[in-house]
């Protein structure tokens, strides 16, 4: 199955040399894995994509998952030291490109704010005189607006957490699909922000490192969220396919007591794919649609269909969701659950996934339930906590 998730995916090099690899990160894609037991950072998906799990990189930036463009790396502990010097003494030149929301065409400005950590993972901004508030500094110049949504680029001066995103907040031009400071869904697909241009001096020699602006940021301005406009789009739509599967890698290629080969890989809106959930179950997908006007348009679940049956997986089992489940009488009508996949080859009626290593028996052509919800992962593993050493009976299970 982890196959079906390579390690590195779009991922393009900007530029190489015996000191530096500059890469341009994809949304998705962590520069610092989160979890210490699944990680999914570029380095080590760089690493293992080269097979070479003992190659040095010094790590000189943490860009956001969710932020893509240029990142640094040293190659060579003498270049890391170097380099360490330069971000540290501020020698270097960092410009972002942010796609955000304004209700009138954003002003050049130079942007002077206290920033300290608040809840919540966010950072706040504060008065100058606030314990552990920090100067942030950058240049802020429009690029385009239109009907409340602009594109503007952000040269930084200091270089302080969620920098960027707090700033534009502070003065009501939140990046769009920001998870921690929008405040309010404006059908971005992703969050906006985009590192485009790192520039230093490194031995005497000017570095420049550029990353072209995804399509995506400018096309939100000129024409807003796609919606569910997305599954007509079969490019974009590969992109959005592509870009969940990134954000799962971890889960991909879980081993040991973590090992998992079933879980949500596409969480509708969250996924910028609105009324559209998909689930792995080692080599075959189960794909939700989710009734609505959505579907109507004639196509567009093929479309969706063809796009999962690119990815690689052996078949694609689909459930279409009516809005109120509970008054079907027969939720096994081929209909509404077809008992073999739309799309490619079918699984034994009942097999065998693994969930942090546990067994659960599955059956995807059987109705619209498959034998365990997905959703309530992080619950087991409590549950597990809760009971260690102890016998216990499971009242709300579906299989076992």
């Known amino acids: 199955m982890s196959s079906r998730f390579p390690h590195l995916r779009q991922?393009?090099?900007?530029?190489?040399?015996?000191?530096?690899?500059?890469?341009?990160?994809?949304?998705?894609?962590?520069?610092?894995?989160?979890?210490?037991?699944?990680?999914?950072?570029?380095?080590?998906?760089?690493?293992?994509?080269?097979?070479?799990?003992?190659?040095?990189?010094?790590?000189?930036?943490?860009?956001?998952?969710?932020?893509?463009?240029?990142?640094?790396?040293?190659?060579?502990?003498?270049?890391?030291?170097?380099?360490?010097?330069?971000?540290?003494?501020?020698?270097?030149?960092?410009?972002?490109?942010?796609?955000?929301?304004?209700?009138?065409?954003?002003?050049?400005?130079?942007?002077?704010?206290?920033?300290?950590?608040?809840?919540?993972?966010?950072?706040?901004?504060?008065?100058?005189?606030?314990?552990?508030?920090?100067?942030?500094?950058?240049?802020?110049?429009?690029?385009?607006?239109k009907s409340g949504r602009a594109l503007v680029r952000v040269r930084l001066e200091t270089g302080r957490k969620h920098q960027v995103r707090a700033q534009l907040a502070a003065i009501f031009a939140e990046v769009a699909g920001d998870p921690l400071y929008a405040s309010r869904d404006v059908g971005a697909t992703r969050m906006y922000l985009h590192a485009e241009r790192l520039a230093f001096d490194f031995r005497g020699k000017k570095r420049v490192f550029q990353s072209q602006l995804p399509a995506e940021l400018s096309r939100w301005v000129e024409e807003g969220g796609p919606g569910d406009r997305i599954y007509d789009d079969v490019p974009l739509l590969d992109v959005a396919l592509e870009r969940a599967l990134n954000r799962r890698y971890g889960l991909a290629h879980s081993e040991g007591t973590r090992k998992t080969t079933a879980f949500r890989v596409v969480n509708e809106s969250g996924d910028g794919l609105p009324g559209l959930a998909v689930d792995v179950y080692g080599e075959h997908l189960v794909a939700h649609f989710y009734e609505g006007e959505i579907w109507e348009p004639s196509g567009r679940k093929d479309r969706v269909l063809d796009a999962l049956d690119r990815l690689g997986f052996l078949g694609v089992y689909v459930k279409n969701r009516p809005k109120q489940a509970n008054v079907l009488v027969d939720t096994r009508r081929v209909e509404v659950a077809p008992k073999v996949p739309l799309r490619g080859a079918p699984v034994a009626d009942e097999f065998v996934v693994v969930e942090e290593s546990v067994p659960y028996a599955v059956r995807l052509g059987d109705g619209l339930s498959t034998g365990i919800f997905l959703d309530q992962r992080s619950n087991r593993r409590r549950v597990r906590s809760a009971a260690k050493d102890k016998r216990t009976l499971n009242l709300f299970s579906y299989t076992c």
């Open 11 to 145: 991922v393009v090099t900007l530029d190489e040399d015996d000191d530096f690899l500059v890469l341009d990160k994809p949304a998705g894609v962590a520069s610092q894995a989160s979890d210490p037991e699944l990680p999914d950072d570029l380095v080590t998906r760089f690493r293992r994509h080269h097979a070479d799990e003992s190659k040095y990189f010094g790590i000189h930036q943490r860009l956001d998952r969710e932020t893509s463009g240029a990142i640094l790396f040293t190659k060579r502990k003498e270049a890391n030291r170097e380099i360490a010097a330069v971000f540290e003494n501020r020698q270097i030149e960092k410009t972002y490109v942010a796609g955000v929301t304004s209700q009138r065409p954003v002003r050049a400005q130079k942007l002077v704010h206290f920033l300290a950590d608040g809840d919540r993972g966010r950072v706040e901004v504060r008065p100058q005189a606030s314990r552990g508030a920090q100067k942030a500094i950058s240049e802020l110049t429009p690029i385009a607006w």
